[in-house]
Every structure is written in C-alpha cells, then in structure tokens.
C-alpha cells in the first residue's frame, strides 16, 4: 500500500498541487497571475479557432461561389471565330471527369431602369444549362425561368435589380457599346428586356453585376452571329486541373486556349493563404504570451513555498515528487485554459452568423459589409484537423512553460530553505 501510494502521479502530488492553485490571501498576487494566465490561454485558444475557422469558411464560400457561377476550365477558340462549338462541347462532354460543358457568350452593358443606371456584364446561357448551375436555379429569390428560352426576358442579380429599383415584370434596357455600323460610325446597341427572376447568388460583386441572356438573344444582342465566347467546362475533381488539362486540349480538335479556375484566381487565393498563415502565427503569440505568466507565476510560487518544500524533502518525499508537484500546478492551468479556450471558439464558430447580426444590431453598423467582403454572411467552417492542431499546440506550450519552475523547485536544498524558519 505504501508503495501505491508513492508513485508517480500519486493521490498526495495531485492535492498538494490543487492546494498550491487555490492561494491564500497573502499569496492573492500569484493567484492573480494565475488567472490572467488561465484567461490569456483560453482567449488564445478561442481566438485561434474561430479565426482559423472563419478563414476556412471565406474561403470555401468564395471557391464555391466563384465555382458555382464559372467553370472550373474556360476553353476559348483562337486563330478562327468559336462556330464549331456544339460540336467540340460534345467531344469534350465524352471525356471521362467531365460534368458538362456550357457554351456562352459575354458582354459589358449599361443596365438602366427609369431611375439608376450602371454597368453590367451579360452571360449568354441556353436554358438548360441556367438550370444545371446550383449556384443560379437554386438561388431565384423573385420570379421563375419560364419563358427565358424565348428570348424576350433577363434573370438579374438581386443587388443590380435593387440598385436599378427594379421588380419582376418590369423592363430593363441594355446599351451594348457596339452595335450596328452606320455611315456615321458604329451606334450602340439598345434593347428592352422584360425583367423575368431575380437571383441571389450569395457574393455580392456577382449579384451587382450579372445579367443572364438567353445564348440566342445575347449572340444576336452582341452581334456574334453563330459562334460564343468560351465553353465553360465543369470537372469532377476541380483539385486535380492538370489531369484534364491535355486531354481537353487534345479532344477539343481545333486551336483553343484554355485557362482554368487556379490561374484566374491565382492572386486571391494567394494572398487569403497568405493572410490565414500570417494571422495563425501572430494570434499564437497570445498563447506563447500565457504560457509565459504560467512560467512566472510559478517561479513566484516555488519561492514562496521553499519551507514547505524543505519540509517535503525532509519527510522523504523524492524530488521527482516535488518536481511532478509544481508541473500538474502549471499543466493544470494550461489544460483548464485550452479545454474552456476550445468550448468557447466552438460555441462562437457555430453561432458566428448570430453573433454577428447581434453586434450590428447593438452597435447600428454593418459589420462585415457584403460590398467590403464579397460574401452576404460572415462564414466559418471548422477544420477538425486545425482544431486538433491549436489544441495540440496550447497543451505542448503550456506544458513546457512548467518544466523549468518545476525544475527549480526540484533543486532546491532542504536545508537552505529551512534555514531561516
């Protein structure tokens, strides 16, 4: 029984470190640093996650909108005008890995309404193809797509129809900047269009900007004749663009161009890992910042305690013991602080959008503005493997900030510190 009670870990190392958290009055400082300790390492670990985790959710949000809307591979026709469309989307809709391909054509317009007018930029699409985009057909927040195959109706984004005071049924006039050659130069183009469903796609720059045509009406519109702009192609794997990329080229049997969703958004995408691994390693200064009043702390308690760890000593006890002692006292800091430090990053990912609308409504700003951040609500996806990593990472620092007050108060000589009591 003795010797169960001496073992590493035993009963007694684990309530003389509980005693050691829970100061006495005299001993209220080194409390206190204990407690800003504990606060530092749970703000810490809460931050991290909820940072990490919003990152994660921006950009899966914007891959997904910017995805949803656009091929993930645009093949554009070059050497001689894209007639033969039909027939290269067929050989390329055969390949193995392709979803489908979209035949469209693109313009600028001035949109205008009797009362606003702005830029635009019109997307040419059959109907079909309107309805196989999750990110459209699953988004109409007013009217329907009846009757869009027949040429004199529009789909807009919900913020360009608002921005023009627009409402289903009504008109809107397209000025396209080139239209018919006349004996005075070339006059733009201008046409009606009966307004038929408004979309809200979720990112602001597409739903203030984008006007669906029917591929008929905008080739006519854009004086394209029989051919498009581009073949918008979807794969299976949008990770892996390298494996489609020769095979597209060599089925496609004619001089294209292609260029796919990573070489387009190669800037952005950039520079959102960059700021996620930079804001990763500063926000892991606020956990280094709490191991270090851990490290404090405890250098104060050991002095504070060298009688009773001359005591100790005396009455046999190892000084693996006494060292065991002072680093549950700090570890439990540290475990306390990341396990609460995670709950609380939990609870704030899951509710983020809540919180969110509840600050603006407290403060009567717009926080995280659709015009500033592209995306309508603020997102967050937690990663398991990240959170296990911050959690990881608290627990490492926390237990390491133990090892040398521990150390010290191993060392020191019973003798020295009962000399003066």
């Known amino acids: 029984m003795a010797a169960a ?9 684990w309530m003389l470190s509980l005693r050691y958290l829970r100061a006495r009055r005299r001993e209220g400082f080194i409390s206190v640093i204990a407690g800003f300790s504990f606060l530092g390492i749970m703000l810490g670990v809460a931050t991290l996650i909820i940072v990490m985790s919003v990152m994660n959710g921006f950009r899966s949000e914007l891959l997904d909108k910017i995805l949803g809307l656009n091929g993930h591979m645009v093949v554009h026709g070059i050497d001689t005008p894209f007639s033969d469309y039909d027939a290269v989307a067929k050989r390329l809709a055969a390949l193995r890995g392709i979803q489908s391909v979209v035949p469209s054509v693109e313009g600028p317009v001035m949109a205008s309404s009797p009362l606003s007018a702005t830029g635009a930029l019109v997307r040419g699409v059959r109907r079909q193809d309107l ?28 913020r360009l129809a608002e921005s023009l005071g627009l409402v289903v049924g009504e008109n809107v006039t397209l000025i396209a900047p080139r239209g018919a050659a006349t004996p005075f130069g070339t006059a733009p183009r ?8 408004t979309v809200e796609i979720g990112m602001s720059e597409y739903d203030s900007t984008f006007v669906f045509m029917p591929l008929k009406e905008a080739q006519l519109f854009f004086n394209k004749g029989d051919t498009v702009t581009a073949l918008e192609v979807l794969v299976d794997d949008p990770d892996n663009m390298d ?60 002095k504070d305690k060298g009688p009773d760890i001359g005591i100790l000593r005396t009455m046999g006890a190892t000084q693996g013991a006494v060292m ?20 609380l990053g939990l609870l704030v990912c899951l509710n983020v959008e809540t919180i969110r609308q509840f600050l603006s409504g407290l ?59």
């Open 5 to 13: 009670d001496t073992r590493p870990f035993a009963g007694f190392e």
């Open 131 to 158: 309805e196989n985009l999750k990110a459209v057909a699953g988004n109409i927040r007013h009217g329907s797509v009846d009757g869009f195959d027949e040429g004199d109706g529009v789909i807009l984004g919900s």
């Open 190 to 197: 201008v046409k009606s269009y009966k307004l038929l469903a």
């Open 243 to 302: 494996a489609y990329r020769g095979a597209v080229e060599a089925a496609a049997g004619r001089s294209v161009f292609v260029v796919d969703w990573r070489q387009r958004n190669r800037t952005f995408f950039s520079a959102l890992e960059v700021e996620r691994n930079v804001m990763f390693l500063i926000l892991t200064l606020i956990v280094l910042v709490a191991a270090l009043n851990i490290i404090s702390g405890l250098i104060m308690l050991v």
């Open 324 to 343: 065991r002692v002072f680093f549950i006292t700090g570890a439990s800091i540290g475990v306390v602080g990341t396990l609460a430090g995670f709950i």
């Open 363 to 421: 403060t009567g700003t717009e926080l995280f503005s659709p015009e500033l951040y592209y995306l309508s609500k603020l997102p967050a996806e937690l990663d398991a493997g990240e959170v296990a990593l911050v959690v990881a990472m608290s627990l490492i620092l926390s237990f390491l900030a133990t090892l040398y007050p521990a150390w010290r108060a191993a060392r020191l000589d019973p003798v020295e510190a009962l000399r003066d009591e």
